[in-house]
Nanobody, 115 residues
Framework: QVQLVESGGGLVQPGGSLRLSCAAS????????MGWYRQAPGKQRELVAT???????NYADYVKGRFTISRDNAKNTMYLQMNSLKPEDTAVYFC?????????WGQGTQVTVSS
């Protein structure tokens, strides 16, 4: 098992940046894949980006070129650098980890993009 805790959310103006962190309760070195998802009010949870243990990344089209996912195995932490934020990026952002054929989720962190 692994517990995940997101942080770094907040209120930012359009065009601004935020960096989200996802801290794991154990080493992430052997975690097959980790990812970021988001859920806006009244909408389904949707993929933002994923990263494998080998460092391969995948992005949803609507964040490609603006967001960067990364992981620091030494700190047991995954990150999401978000640049050029838009109002439509407003959502609760969740991280997850796929480990031993099970999917674990954090509690989420709110990101609000508004002037």
């Amino acid at each position: 098992q692994v517990q995940l805790v997101e942080s770094g959310g907040g209120l930012v103006q359009p065009g601004g940046s935020l960096r989200l962190s996802c801290a794991a309760s154990r080493s992430i070195f052997s975690i097959d894949a980790m990812g970021w998802y988001r859920q806006a009010p009244g909408k389904q949870r949707e993929l933002v980006a994923t990263i494998t243990s080998g460092g391969s990344t995948n992005y949803a089209d609507y964040v490609k070129g603006r967001f960067t996912i990364s992981r620091d195995n030494a700190k047991n932490t995954m990150y999401l650098q978000m640049n050029s934020l838009k109002p439509e990026d407003t959502a609760v952002y969740f991280c997850n980890a796929f480990l031993n054929n099970a999917l674990f989720w954090g509690q989420g962190t709110q990101v609000t993009v508004s002037s």
